[in-house]
């Protein structure tokens, strides 16, 4: 006998049946309002082709670093859930296969978000009746497959039935576009962004810097041998992405916050070093701290919103980032500081009324101590929401109850859900619109705002924000 699946009503309410009463209420008025995704890692040629997904664990499992991590972390090796290794080595090719060990490990993810988020697409999107288990496994698998193949069922129908008003997928300087491209070119009227993702050329530590370097020269006809080629080059491709991807914003995930404003001789000199593979870890941080204050400079004359995300350390794992490449579960939070770090950036364009940069951040302890109260000063400066290990119901929490008090609600920017799974696209903003209307469940319920307010906020944090933050 199998166990029906239920996906509570009430699920991440407050316990108090009189505040969660008012949250509730709250919810109501926000539950279906559209999804604004402003950044995100997911395919922009699924929405070109809209061919069929091919199956479930393609689209479960294979790219969702949230679930193969915690699995990986109980022993069981990528290559069994079929996470493409670089040299082409065997990885299992066999989905149903893929699928079973997923079923088989189920209750691992039990207490964590992935849980929810699965639980929510499968139950919601596939409608599947039962939970997911070694003894279901194959009739669920069964179930997915069967609508996987139905015309309601490919990318352009989901997002339409997600109510996603925008979406914006990241993609390097060197990308050409094409899949953006042929979204324009189709006639279809929903609207996929790109956001403009620098690092590979602005990072003299990352690991395809030394490649990608000339190639932005070739496919801009800019001399990057020299500095004044090389900002060239990159305001001509944050051009190509605001004409043929819609692009509003940048992305920049430095190791940390760090910033640099130097006079523009030195700052040539110091990019004559990288260039020229003569930089040292010192003279990296110091070039990647100039760029933000480059980008933040580039910004004022194109619009393009900056969004940092800072302080995660990336592919610490040798043997999985060897074998498997980036952003595959191997990263980690870090402790990250701001105040001192963004200080040449603030004194450069801080106080710019039409300059946007949103903060992130994996340390959570900056929230109350140093982001919060920049933020709540300068005019430049907006939060961001929590994210990636903190994107979770008590990480949301947590946000709200650190930030509010000194940055308020208008200085943040709403919800980002940024990821790759899109099925959990719609279960992710519903996770957010449920917390932070409990949280202004209990300030309504301690007379701290009344409930017309409230509703006000809770459009505004769940849609009107991250339309005004990302220009949209």
Not at 114 to 140: C, F, K, N, V, Y
Not at 418 to 435: K, Q, Y
């Amino acid at each position: 006998m199998t166990t029906p699946y239920r996906l509570h009503e009430d699920r991440l309410f407050p316990s108090d049946p009189g505040i969660r009463a008012i949250a509730r209420e709250l919810y109501g008025t926000v539950r279906d309002l559209p999804i604004v995704s402003p950044h995100g890692h997911t395919d922009p040629s699924w929405f070109a082709t809209n061919d069929p997904f091919a199956d479930p664990a393609s689209l479960f499992i294979v790219p969702d670093h949230y679930i193969f991590r915690m699995l990986y972390s109980q022993g069981v090796p990528l290559e069994n859930l079929g996470v493409p290794r670089i040299d082409g080595g065997w990885v299992e090719s066999d989905p149903r296969k893929i699928w079973r060990l997923l079923a088989q490990h189920f209750h691992l993810l039990r207490g964590t978000p992935s849980w929810m988020w699965l639980g929510h697409a499968l139950h919601e999107i596939m409608g599947i009746p039962q939970r997911l288990s070694p003894e279901t496994a194959d009739d669920i698998y069964d179930q997915i497959d069967a609508k996987l193949k139905q015309d309601d069922y490919r990318p352009r129908a989901l997002f339409d039935r997600f109510g996603i008003e925008v979406l914006a997928t990241t993609e390097d300087p060197l990308d050409d576009l094409r899949h953006h491209r042929a979204i324009k070119e189709s006639g279809w009227s929903g609207r996929v962004l790109t956001a403009f993702r620098p690092d590979n050329v602005v990072d003299p530590e990352h690991p395809r810097f030394k490649s990608d370097l000339p190639e932005l020269g070739r496919i801009t006809g800019e001399d990057v041998g020299s500095w004044d080629g090389y900002l060239a080059a990159l305001r001509a491709r944050r051009r190509y992405f605001i004409e043929h991807g819609g692009c509003t914003s940048t992305d920049h995930g430095h190791p940390t916050a760090h910033t640099e404003n130097l006079p523009q001789e030195e700052a040539a000199a110091l990019y004559g070093r990288v260039a020229n593979g003569q930089a040292d870890a010192k003279d990296a941080e110091r070039f990647r701290g100039q760029m933000l204050t480059e980008m933040a400079r580039m910004s004022m004359d194109d619009g393009l919103v900056m969004q940092i995300h800072p302080g995660a350390l990336r592919s610490q794992n040798p043997l999985i980032a060897a074998r498997f490449g980036e952003a595959k579960g191997d990263d980690w939070p870090s402790r990250t500081e701001y105040v001192h770090a963004l200080k040449p950036l603030l004194n450069a364009f801080g106080n710019e009324r039409d300059l946007t940069i949103i903060l992130f951040t994996l340390d959570e302890s900056t929230y109350a101590r140093e982001i919060a109260p920049l933020a709540g000063h300068y005019p430049a400066l907006r939060i961001g929401p929590a994210w990636w290990f903190h994107d979770s119901p008590e990480g949301m929490r947590r946000f709200r109850e650190q930030v509010t008090e000194t940055g308020g609600f208008y200085n943040t920017v709403g919800f980002n859900d940024d990821t790759r799974a899109f099925l959990s696209i719609p279960s992710r903003h519903d996770m957010s619109r449920r917390v932070d209307c409990s949280f202004l469940a209990r300030l309504v319920a301690e007379h701290r705002i009344e409930m017309d307010e409230a509703q006000a906020v809770a459009a505004d944090l769940a849609y009107n924000l991250v339309r005004s933050a990302y220009k949209l």
